[in-house]
């Protein structure tokens, strides 16, 4: 009885998993197309403004480092 009881937690279980994967893989498939969609634009402006995109991608990781480093000092 109990060994049955087992089977069908381990059965229940691998549906959860199973279930879960397959909203993953689904997600995952969705985002793949948004960035195949995206990624063709952001690539030909930043061909175009080499010295633009280089300065905007400079300031965000400056940006980002000082909302990182404030965070951390304030620990």
Known sequence: MEEQNQNQVNSN???????SL?????????????LENVVP?????????PLGSLSTILGVGVVVGYLIGSS????
């Open 22 to 34: 397959r909203k993953i893989e689904e997600y995952a498939a969705n985002f793949r197309r948004e």
């Open 72 to 75: 951390r000092r304030n620990d």
């Open 41 to 49: 634009p952001v690539k030909e402006f930043i061909v175009k403004h």
């Open 13 to 19: 279980t691998r549906e959860a998993v199973d279930e």
